[in-house]
Every structure is written in C-alpha cells, then in structure tokens.
C-alpha cells in the first residue's frame, strides 16, 4: 500500500515540469482541516505513525518505472530520475491523540518541491481516514465511560487498510480493544472476541455449544445468547454454568447482538441475578454508534461493555472531512492561496494553545512558527533530513494522551449535541503576512 505510484496522477504531471524547469526549491505544505464536519465539535490527530512510515520508505521500484518510461506520459530523463527519489525533508506534527480545531495545521512537510509535491495524496489519505475514525471512537468513549468498548468493525471497513487503521485509531480514541486480530499482532491492542452465530446454528444443542466453547476457552467465555431466543438461552445457561463452575470454568459474560438491546439486557440481567449468576456480565453489539450507546447509557440498560464496528469504523455520519495539504512557503517566500472560500493562511505556522484555572482548554492561537514562543506550540519536529527524530511511542501511550486530553476538553465539546465553536483566533502577525504575500503576489 505504499507504493509511490499510490497516487493522482496529477502528482507526477507536476513533478514532469518542476524536473524540465528546475523547480527543487524547498516547498513547505500543511495539513489542516477547512471547516468541521456538521456532527463534530472536535478532531483528534491521527495517523502520524502511518505517515512517517510511508515518508521512510517512499521509493521508486524498477518495475513501477518501467511502467511510468512505457505509458507514454513523461520524458525518459525526468522518470529516470525517479530511480533516486527519496524523501529528504523535515516534518513537525501534532502529537496523535491531541484535539484540534479548523485551520490548525496537524502536519508540516518541509523538503524539496518534487518531493513534497508527490506525498499529497497519500498523505490525505492517511490522516483523514484515522482522523475521522478517532474522533468518532471519542464520541462513543465520551458517551459511555467506564464502559468496555471494543472494535468489531473490520468485517465491513472498506477494505483491509481501512480496516486496520479503524482498529488503531479507535484504540488511540479510547476503546478498550479489538476483534483485528492483525491490529492486536502489529500494536499490541487487546484482543475481544466470543463467536458467530454459524458457530450456535453448526450444534444441535444451542447449550452444547456454549459447553464446548466453554470448554475449549475456560479463561475467556463469553457465549452469544440470540440465535434463537434471548431469555430462553439465559434462563437455560444456569445450571451449565454452575456445573462448569465447579470444574473451574467460569462463564464470563453474555452476549446479545440483535433486537431491542435495552429491553433485553434488563430480562437477562435480572434472569441471571435471580438465577446465582450476578457476575455474568452483559456485552452489546449489533449496528451500534455514540447515539445509541449514549442512550442506552442514559436509560440505564444494564450493560458493561459494547462492541461497536460499521458506523464507526466508516465514521458513517460524517464520511470524509474538509481537508487540505497546502503550499504555504515556496524557496523561501510564503504562499498562500485565494480561492473564494478556500483562501489559506501563508507562511510555516505554530498552534498556541490555552488552558483555563479549571485544567480545560479555553481557547487557541494560529500564528506564524516564527512570531511562536522558542519551543512551545502543539506542532513539534518529528522528521529530519527524512530521518525520525525519536522512536514513535507505543500505540498505549498515544491512548492514555488522548485519554488526558479528551478529558481536558470543554464539558460543551464533550456532549454529542453542536456546541459553540472552540475559539481559534488568528494572531495579527499572521494577518500582516497575509496582506504581505497579497501585495506581493500577481496572478499576471
């Protein structure tokens, strides 16, 4: 998936005339997002570790410039000097895990315009697809704390890539783990998962197939009680489990995947109270989101834990965002575009961010990186000379920032409603440059 032909071809159209006209200045481009999603109040950082990986790696393969001399597009001379293309430039980013806001840049690319140039496309699409599922997961966790929740989501990602980076992004968000089992090899995310319901309808006995599941996973039994009758399966599970129980075995929880999930938890709790079995705990799933986890929280259902997969990991109400990877600095003078409602603020720019008495963000500067303060801002180098700085943190750390910073958040921004916008002001040093770079710049 990190082919450098993954790309527009636009990309290399471009890269066609910088190469005849010896255009290798140094480019500089942000990452940002225009405007947030309707049912947004925040954006989580996201997907930094896939694009420093990708940056790392960027390279031509002879066969891939084989094709590109045979498509009849480009000149001999600029697809030759492909075969040396690698990425040389200096990034500073956001930490994952970390709130942002429209117009904040998350991601700074530094380096020679050919190369800058090319990693666009990839670049969006690595942020924006693990940016929007974070900021989802957040929705779920702010809405259930305390609750177990786990990514079941991979079955219906679009596509193997999305659902991988879906299982990771929405543990940096916060959920507790994952049914991928390849995200759990690749980052150590805990790994959830009980059975299908092929696996109750391959038994003749619904309850001979909890035995044996039982059986063969002693430590980890979480059995699915819906196949055929909900409450009929819990009121049969008793007198299994207690005769497991007596071989050591215990029944860990149920889990219930189908119709009206409240009204069902309440009859299988109070069936397994009534019947000895208090510690059974009851697990959720089927076409959940923040809304209707919100709700079940709210109504009291009594649920410990929620596996939670389409919606969020398509970030089904909000499926894209606004977002942009933009020229602002060009050998050495700043840049900036004026379309109308794209305009863009020029020059290599730093995150201010404030923090009331109560611990809670109460609001962000954008400013030019030089008029910042010497080593504050949210935008730290990370890449250098095409060289990571430091090692990337374990993928736990990155959650437990994003836990602290979610809990920073405003209580307004934590709710799912629309909340007033989170001020970001633009610093007057900033502006000044605007109107620098307009009276520089022609379009003659």
């Known amino acids: 998936m990190n082919s450098a032909l993954l790309t527009d071809l636009y990309q290399l159209t471009m890269l066609q005339v910088y190469h005849d006209r010896g255009m290798n200045g140094t480019a500089v481009f942000e990452f940002f997002v225009r405007k947030m999603p309707e049912h947004r109040n925040f954006l989580l950082a996201a997907g930094l570790e896939q694009v420093l990986d990708y940056l790392e790696t960027l390279r031509f393969t002879e066969q891939e410039l084989d094709w590109l001399a045979g498509c009849g597009r480009f000149g001999r001379g600029f697809v030759d000097s492909l075969a040396a293309l690698r990425f040389t430039g200096d990034v500073a980013a956001m930490a994952e895990g970390t709130p942002f806001f429209p117009d904040e840049p998350i991601l700074r690319v530094a380096a020679p315009l050919p190369q800058a140039q090319l990693v666009e496309t990839r670049i969006i699409n690595l942020l924006q697809f693990q940016v929007m599922v974070a900021a989802k997961a957040a929705r779920v966790r702010l809405a259930a704390p305390g609750k177990l929740l786990v990514d079941f ?53 619904e309850m001979q197939a909890f035995e044996d599941f039982a059986r063969s996973h002693p430590k980890a039994t979480t059995l699915l009680i819906d196949t055929y009758d909900t409450e009929g399966a819990a009121r049969r599970l008793a007198p299994l489990a207690r005769r497991l129980a007596g071989e050591g075995i215990a029944v860990n929880a149920v889990r219930i995947d189908s119709g009206d999930l409240a009204a069902h938890a309440r009859n299988v709790r109070q069936i397994l109270d009534t019947d000895g079995l208090p510690g059974v705990k009851v697990f959720a799933s089927g076409n959940l989101d923040e809304y209707r986890v919100r709700d079940l929280v709210a109504g009291g259902a009594p649920i410990e834990g929620f596996g939670v997969g389409t919606r969020m990991n398509t970030s089904a109400d909000a499926p894209y965002l606004d977002c942009a990877y933009k020229l602002q600095e060009y050998a050495g003078l700043p840049r900036r ?54 090692p990337s943190p374990p993928l736990q750390e990155v959650r437990r920032h994003a836990l602290a910073e979610l809990a920073r958040l405003p209580d307004a921004l934590r709710g799912l409603a629309a909340a007033p916008a989170y001020p970001v002001t633009v610093a007057e040093p900033l502006r000044a440059l605007a109107r620098e770079v307009d009276g520089r710049t022609s379009p003659d």
């Open 337 to 390: 575009k004026r379309s109308e409602g794209k305009a863009t603020w020029p020059g290599r720019k730093q995150v201010l961010r404030s923090v009331g008495q109560d611990g809670r963000l109460a609001g962000d500067l954008l400013t030019s990186a030089d008029a910042a303060p010497a080593g504050e801002g949210l935008l730290r180098e990370v890449m250098r000379g095409g060289n990571r700085l430091v």
């Open 153 to 205: 989501g991979l079955r219906r990602a679009h596509g193997a890539e999305a659902g991988l980076h879906s299982a990771r992004a929405s543990y940096l968000a916060g959920f507790d783990g994952s049914s991928n089992v390849q995200a759990g090899m690749l980052w150590d995310i805990p790994l959830y998962g009980t059975m299908a319901h092929s696996y109750i309808q391959a038994h003749d006995s």
